[in-house]
């Protein structure tokens, strides 16, 4: 019994890659093993930086997707001042 020479995974007998496998070395005799390879690493790989940003990004629709409940328990836009302006107005006394 022999595996694929590639994956590893599948068993093959009278040929050396599998059908998936097959495929792949088909697109790097055409393409070549350089471009192929640069194309991997520029959408398989991330660097570390943009790794971060993306469990941040990840993190944060995670956190907007969660029931958060009733919405006028959300904290008020207005900033501190603007509120505080509004209640002098509504009772006409100073704070």
């Known amino acids: 019994m022999f595996n694929c020479y ?15 496998c097959e495929s792949i070395k088909r697109i790097i005799n055409v393409y070549g093993k350089e471009k192929v390879l640069e194309i991997l690493e520029k959408v398989c790989l991330r660097k570390c930086d ?3 940003s993306y469990k941040i990004n990840d993190i944060k629709k995670e956190l907007d997707k969660k029931d958060i409940g009733d919405e006028s328990y959300l904290p008020s836009p207005k900033s501190n001042d603007e509120v505080l302006k509004e209640i002098k107005k ?5 704070i």
Not at 90 to 94: E, I, Y
């Open 6 to 20: 590639l994956c590893n995974e599948e068993l093959v007998y009278t040929k050396y890659y599998c059908p998936n």
């Open 50 to 52: 943009k790794l971060q």
């Open 90 to 94: 509504k009772t006409n006394k100073s």
